[in-house]
């Protein structure tokens, strides 16, 4: 049975704050790892009430929101809370902090924390966890996502009683509700003072406590994360006793455990949801929007002799791109074809009129012929870099791999694990043997324009897509404390400079489809492709 809806399956829990979430993110399509463990399920955990998920890749990180890897933060989110939540439509909500504010200057941020939380361990959660916190992850040590923002932002960190924490900027800002909403990096994470003291960073990171509705109960690095509910949870209990993310890297594998009942969800790519069409345990929900699929070129602003390094080969490469193919083929027509990376309908400054980089051989050859590729050049090779983790990556890697073949542009797809790919993308300057390499990215739904530009163009970003552009530096750095308005004619000069640069190359919006046994009673889909501890929102029967 299939259902391709923007469905909504409300659970029957208390109203809650819901943040926003990203296609899952790793934790439901994660990037790949070797292989399934397929480890089998203990009688005490057949015993309990327990979701069990199918999840590409489980992390062989720890859980340590300040050092975990990017792409698995939204394994450990259910441990965790976030300050701040955002709903499914981009409106800032109570997380464990009831009321914020920027003063008028926008150079104080005051926060007021929820009473009577509590951390697993029975201690209480104050002000001087957010201020350890917070000071933690802009530390040497950190290596958490938002680091480079938060740090450029705290001047200071007041405390003046248990509820309240008054957080002083070095320069107006009105993005920081953003940074303390986001589960996704973990920015917004609050972790205890008390604890991590007692026991160190190493400790902490294998024996984690939060206040989030789930407690670690065991984990096996690239095989299993076990987590049991929080009875104490200041928004109650999670109405099922368990919680399994089993690493099941192969989608077929995937499927026979979907059909023998031993998982109970997963996501499944566009062109295998038919095979449950006619189950009674199965359906197949479709969420719309989940991220916004991309190739990034590494280092187009460095000099190797790489083909890529020229903003001409980079145009050849999107116009012989054929997204109409990819949105039929590949993903069933559950994508939308991208005209702009890193917005959405939603986002101030998206145009929905801004068209889609049309298919045209002939103009991506006579840009090849304008640039003298391949003659022109010490390496005319593009390296496609694969880290499959996504239901889609290699197909759609394969695919446009073919396209550009066709034009005559040399391709060789290389295949990379994801911990080594985000080392490499992260790297600026980019490494010589990264510098001009084509990887497909898929950042997450954003609601933060400057989240969704800021790490990727400016110079000084850790990405560093484009150097050199001061019009493009400063208009980026603008967001920053740009109201809406003013975003939006910001965020379309941004996105005119970055197509002209070819460095980002839009694909498509894709869906993504979740396989979902009658095991679960309900659970709200509005938080697929959105941020947050999306696992509490389930119900089993």
């Known amino acids: 049975m299939k259902r391709t809806t923007n469905m909504k399956r409300v659970t029957k829990f208390p109203s809650v704050p819901v943040l926003v979430l990203s296609v899952l993110l790793v934790a439901l399509s994660g990037l790949a790892g070797c292989g399934s463990k397929d480890t089998p399920v203990s009688a005490g955990e057949e015993a309990a009430k327990t979701l069990r998920v199918g999840v590409i890749t489980v992390s062989d990180e720890p859980f340590d929101p300040a050092l975990v890897n990017l792409d698995y933060v939204e394994q450990i989110q259910p441990l965790y809370d976030s300050l701040l939540n955002v709903d499914e439509n981009g409106n800032y909500t109570p997380g464990l902090a009831e009321e914020w ?5 926008r150079l104080t941020y005051t926060l007021k924390l929820r009473e009577g939380v509590k951390f697993h361990d029975g201690s209480v959660l104050t002000s001087e966890d957010v201020k350890f916190t917070l000071e933690y992850y802009i530390s040497d040590t950190s290596r958490q996502a938002d680091a480079v923002l938060l740090k450029r932002f705290i001047a200071s960190i007041d405390t003046p009683d248990a509820q309240t924490a008054v957080i002083h900027f070095t320069a107006p800002c009105t993005e920081f509700n953003y940074l303390l909403s986001e589960g996704s990096t973990g920015s917004g994470i609050i972790i205890p003072k008390a604890y991590f003291e007692k026991v160190g960073a190493e400790a902490f990171a294998q024996d984690p406590v939060g206040t989030g509705p789930f ?11 076990v987590y049991a509910a929080n009875e104490d949870y200041w928004q ?3 109405a099922y006793d368990k919680l399994i993310l089993r690493q099941i890297t192969d989608e077929s594998t995937r499927i026979a455990e979907l059909q023998a009942g031993n998982i109970d969800f997963a996501p499944i790519g566009a062109a295998n949801a038919s095979i449950f069409e006619n189950s009674e345990d199965i359906v197949i929900e479709t969420v719309d929007y989940s991220s916004s699929l991309a190739v990034f070129i590494s280092g187009g602003y460095q000099d190797t002799g790489k083909a890529t390094q ?17 949105v ?3 993903f069933e027509g559950q994508a939308k074809a991208a005209g702009a990376y890193g917005v959405f309908p939603f986002t101030p400054g998206y145009e929905t009129e801004r068209s889609v980089p049309a298919h045209d051989p002939e103009k991506a050859k006579a840009l090849l012929a304008e640039a003298n590729y391949p003659d022109a050049f010490e390496d005319p090779v593009v390296t496609l870099y694969d880290a499959p983790g996504r239901v889609y990556s290699t197909e759609v890697a394969q695919a446009i791999a073919g396209d550009w073949e066709s034009v005559g542009i040399q391709v060789e797809i290389v295949s990379i694990d994801p911990i080594t790919l985000g080392t490499e993308y992260t790297t600026n300057p980019a490494n010589e043997s990264f510098a001009g390499a084509a990887y497909l990215f898929d950042p997450p739904r954003k609601y933060s324009l ?3 530009f800021g790490p990727f ?7 560093g897509l484009i150097q050199g552009d001061d019009v493009l530096d400063k208009d980026v750095e603008a967001l920053l404390s740009q109201n809406d308005a003013e975003r939006a004619t910001t965020v379309v000069e941004i996105l005119d400079r970055i197509d002209a640069s070819g460095v980002s190359i839009p694909l498509v919006y894709p869906s993504t489809n979740y396989a979902v046994s009658s095991k679960v009673k309900s659970w709200d889909s509005t938080v697929a492709a959105h941020y947050g501890n999306w696992f509490y929102h389930f119900e089993l029967n």
């Open 101 to 105: 504010s920027l003063s008028e200057d």
């Open 215 to 225: 407690k670690l109960e065991s984990f096996a690095a690239g095989d299993k994360i």
């Open 236 to 238: 109650g209990a999670p």
């Open 310 to 326: 020229n903003a001409g080969i980079r145009l050849a490469l999107s116009a012989a791109i054929d997204r109409d193919a990819l």
């Open 328 to 330: 039929d083929g590949i």
């Open 450 to 452: 400057h989240d969704a």
């Open 457 to 463: 163009f400016p110079s000084n970003s850790y990405f």
